[in-house]
């Protein structure tokens, strides 16, 4: 295996590992960096643009196999989306946890696949990255019409979170540049080379590092006692996903196991942050406890990235020394 092989298998787990430790130890220029815009776009935004945006011209004349993608869409968007908060909200009603682990529980299981993290490890792990991308628009999208809905069920409160900010926010991070993408590989011949890969895998370790940065106050703060609770929780929730996701795999050639494995077992960051804000402003009793959730979405983000990422360069690494691999 070449040096450059290497490089582009582990850059992503190694990369988030030094990013949790920079945010947490030295937070300030995570922070910083996090507060520079560019008009209404800030850092998290411009990189899951750049991300889809090299996706659309890494996937330009890369065929689309549609046998059987609709049929493994439906299993991982209901494994996803359905089962896994269904899960959550059983365990709820035997186990009484603090109010903040609750919600952050809530919230984490019932978004969608991470936007940019699913995609980025397919590749990684030397999987379909068009059937990566299609499976990661399909979740994210259900996910954004059902995640409402589940998150309300869940907290057993009349939260209501907009679908249709959530919806048009995903349209132009995720669709636009894609679609942007794809044109300029048609019209202007642009490719992917081989330095452009990293770019994706560059691009989340910077999502990991500010956002760790921003939450890092929060987390210092947390005591001991919540943050070991919290730990097991998130463990154990993504230990579930792991589960679900070797469900939506079964039976699928390797190249296409990957994806259906990696985004059935993601869950996306900004978009979790992004309601645990909606439901503290709209359920005022719930705000005292959003510094909690957010706690359990960043420890479950870096969480889902190790290991998924350790995962994905591994079955990278059987892809350059074997011809098949399977997760």
């Known amino acids: 295996m070449s040096g450059y092989d290497r490089l582009s298998q582990w850059l992503l787990p190694v990369g988030v590992l030094l990013a949790l430790l920079a945010g947490l130890t030295i937070p300030d220029p995570g922070a910083t960096l996090a507060a520079v815009s560019l008009g209404p776009l800030d850092v998290t935004s411009m990189s899951v643009i750049v991300i889809f945006l090299i996706s659309g011209i890494a ?39 603090p109010t903040g682990l609750v919600f952050g529980l809530a919230v ?78 048609r019209v202007l011949g642009w490719r992917v080379n081989r330095f452009w890969r990293l770019i994706p895998s560059l691009g989340v370790i910077v999502l990991a590092w500010v956002t760790v940065s921003e939450s890092a106050e929060t987390v210092h703060s947390t005591p001991g006692q919540q943050l070991l609770l919290a730990a097991m929780l998130v463990i154990g929730g993504h230990a579930v996903m792991l589960l ?9 050639p390797a190249e296409r196991a990957i994806p259906a494995f990696l985004v059935t077992a993601q869950k996306t960051l900004p978009l979790a942050l992004t309601v645990i804000a909606a439901v503290a402003a709209l359920v005022p009793e719930l705000q005292p406890y959003a510094a909690d959730a957010v706690v359990v979405a960043v420890l479950w983000h870096f ?13 990278g690494h059987r892809v350059v020394s074997t011809p098949t691999v399977a997760p």
Not at 244 to 252: D, F, H
Request: charged share 5%; glycine share 8%.
């Open 303 to 315: 969480l889902q990235l190790l290991v998924d990422g350790t995962l994905a360069a591994r079955w």
């Open 108 to 185: 984490m299981i019932s978004v969608p696949t991470t936007l940019s993290s699913a995609a980025v490890l397919t590749q990684v792990a030397g999987g379909d990255q068009a059937w990566g991308t299609a499976l990661t628009v399909v979740c994210v999208f259900a996910g954004s019409i059902t995640a409402p809905l589940a998150v309300s069920l869940l907290l057993s409160a009349e939260v209501i979170v907009p679908a249709g900010p959530l919806l048009l926010r995903l349209v132009l991070l995720v669709l636009v540049p894609l679609a942007v993408g794809n044109l300029l590989a």
């Open 244 to 252: 679900l996701a070797r469900i939506a795999s079964a039976g699928l």
């Open 59 to 97: 996937i330009h004349g890369a065929t689309l196999h549609l046998t059987g993608l609709a049929r493994v869409a439906v299993i991982v968007c209901v494994l996803n989306l359905v089962l896994a908060p269904t899960l959550a909200g059983l365990l709820l009603t035997v186990v009484t946890l």
